[in-house]
């Protein structure tokens, strides 16, 4: 933090806290001012108008600092250590600052003083501070840097003094910060509205008084005039309210009708009382009351419809605001955005004028948008975590479901599935692995089963290409040979007859003598002899 040299309370003080954002301020802007409303701090920063201190806030003001430096040697002994006031600006948000009551030399603790009240007294000793305090509490030790605050409440007496030890969490930080961004987006945008008047009713003319007078068993009275003022009113009332001024009109006039209905509730009771003969008087008297409560009740429907009217549409334009938001936001983080817990009808709940509703509006749109920030934010961080493993997107697909997870959990999910996802592929592409190597060893095994059956044996394919070589050259005059030794006698001779050169006869001759020798020998005895004779004959008959 950089401390300034402005000392607290003077004008250069007052001119620099107007130009940031401030401790003090801080529950204002969040909403949870005692005092203030945020929509008031907002025209209070664009316009540079601050309220006046009355003579009376002036001495509260003046009883709070006596009790504050009385209070504080008691702090420093129960710290053991030396406190100074001083007022710093955030070294991290140039446009934050904060005013201490007392800070340590070492700058490690802060301590806040707040004049004696029994209530909060009573909570400083439960260590329970409400909004309106741990917020200033937050965004002084956010700007100095401390460990803790020392929270007190007192007169500046030992008797009257109670104090706790208040710690900064990091959620409400997150909110302090993310609040003032966006108070600052609100004051960009600013447009003062129209100045509320509260509009006063126009005088409404009394009802003349309902008089009247016995005398003998004659009964005089000014009925007449008070029936016609009277009916005047009531179709006044059926008008319908369109303005302000007219709303206001209304609710007088319920009024005058309920003041009217009761006073003739009694005159009807004191006439009964005191004679005999009323019955047209009376029922005069109980006419026009009954037109005087259906006008009452007639207006006073229109009064409340209005008022749900103007409620109404505050908390749509509201609702509307928020909605358009998270709308925005959706498409940012490619997710729907969940709804804001913070609720616009309870805000409004118990107030009464058009200015308290407009208020309490406005602090919720603002709490909605913060908490809807941090959301997103919250969701952005995770998609960037996600974009560095664009490979495993298909992974992510319920990333709506997951998005607004906690960064680390996120995190860890994101690393969880994915070496899930690589075992599961190493186990799926190990059996699909094994699954070939079985097919391939299969496919090996039948091919060697296939020619072991269909191939002879070496000792068979050697025997068979001794027979093809020996039987090949006579293959011509063999099947010559054994065609003759088939063919009926009557058949050859109708054989033609071939010719051939001495050579060739001797070619022959020499095959024959080798041919003897073989069989001689056994050959036909050798396995693969009948099927080496079919191939030279292309016969099944053996020779």
Not at 295 to 320: F, G, H, P, S
Request: aromatic content about 8%; glycine content about 4%; hydrophobic content about 40%.
């Amino acid at each position: 933090m950089r401390i300034t040299n402005v000392v607290q309370g003077t004008q250069p003080w007052h001119e620099l806290r107007a130009t940031k954002f401030t401790a003090s301020e801080a529950p204002i802007m969040m909403g949870a001012s005692k005092y203030q409303s945020r929509d008031a701090l907002l025209k209070q920063k664009a316009t540079g108008e601050r309220p006046e201190v009355n003579s009376f806030q002036e001495k509260i003001f003046a009883r709070g600092h006596a009790a504050e430096d009385a209070a504080r040697p008691l702090v420093e002994k129960l710290i053991g250590e030396e406190l100074f006031p001083a007022t710093a600006i955030s070294d991290e948000y140039d446009w934050m600052l904060a005013s201490f009551d007392g800070i340590t030399l070492l700058e490690d603790i802060v301590f806040e003083h707040k004049l004696y009240n029994q209530n909060l007294f009573a909570h400083v000793l439960d260590g329970h501070l409400e909004p309106h305090y741990y917020w200033q509490l937050e965004q002084q030790l956010l700007v100095s840097g401390a460990e803790k605050a020392i929270f007190v409440c007192s007169d500046g007496t030992e008797k009257l003094f109670a104090s706790c030890e208040y710690v900064s969490l990091p959620e409400r930080r997150e909110q302090l910060i993310a609040g003032w961004l966006q108070f600052q987006k609100d004051l960009a945008n600013y447009e003062q509205k129209e100045e509320v008047i509260i509009l006063e009713a126009e005088p409404i003319r009394d009802l003349p008084a309902l008089t009247y007078k016995m005398d003998g068993l004659t009964l005089n009275s000014n009925f007449d005039v008070f029936k016609q003022a009277t009916m005047a009113l009531i179709e006044k009332s059926k008008l319908p309210i369109e303005t302000d001024q007219e709303f206001a009109d209304a609710e007088q006039l319920v009024k005058v009708f309920k003041a009217a209905e009761d006073k003739l509730k009694a005159i009807s009771e004191q006439v009964l009382g005191e004679v005999d003969s009323i019955d047209s008087f009376t029922k005069e008297l109980k006419f026009i009351s009954e037109q005087i409560r259906q006008a009452r009740l007639a207006a006073d429907k229109q009064v409340k419809n209005r008022k749900d009217e103007i409620r109404k549409n505050i908390l749509n334009d509201a609702n509307a605001k928020i909605q358009q938001h998270l709308n925005t936001l959706s498409l940012e983080i490619k997710a729907p955005m969940l709804a804001p817990t913070v609720s616009v009808l309870n805000a409004m709940k118990g107030k009464k004028t058009v200015q308290s509703l407009e208020e309490a509006a406005d602090t919720a749109i603002a709490q909605a948008l913060v908490e809807a920030d941090l959301l997103a934010n919250k969701a952005k961080e995770n998609y960037a975590i996600l974009s560095t493993y664009a490979e495993y997107q298909f992974l992510f697909n319920d990333w709506a479901a997951i998005c607004f997870k906690d960064t680390d959990d996120f995190s860890a999910l994101v690393k969880t599935r994915i070496t899930d996802h690589k075992a599961a592929e190493d186990i799926r592409l190990e059996q699909e692995r094994q699954q070939m190597q079985i097919e391939a060893e299969a496919k090996a095994q039948a091919k060697i089963e296939a020619q072991q059956e269909i191939a002879p044996t070496n000792e068979e394919s050697k025997q068979s290409d001794v027979i093809s070589n020996a039987l090949n050259k006579g293959k011509v005059a063999l099947e010559s040979v054994s065609l003759a030794q088939h063919i009926g006698t009557s058949e050859i001779k109708a054989v033609p007859m071939i010719q051939m050169t001495a050579k060739e006869a001797n070619y022959l001759r020499k095959r024959d003598a080798i041919l003897t020798a073989l069989e001689n020998a056994g050959v036909d005895n050798w396995s693969g002899y009948d099927n080496a004779i079919r191939n030279i004959t292309n016969i099944n008959v053996q020779i």
